[in-house]
């Protein structure tokens, strides 16, 4: 099994560029995983391909159906 690289939430927050209250946020609903830092339990941190995977580009709509609705 491949070890995480862990990033802390402040570099997480910067590689999604939103601010690190966003950041909590989407941590306190779930929507990353967290791991305290061994040397510094106050320092929480988050898997950075779990980052890499929301940063990656979604297909835009289709203009078909944006077509279809005002017209």
Known sequence: MVKPELIPLNEAAKRLEIS??????????????????????????VDATEIEAAVQPRPAPSTEVLSKETG
Do not use: C, S
């Open 20 to 45: 690190k209250m966003t950041m909590a946020r989407l941590v306190k609903q779930g929507k990353f995983a967290i791991y305290e830092n061994p040397l510094d339990r106050r320092q929480k941190l």
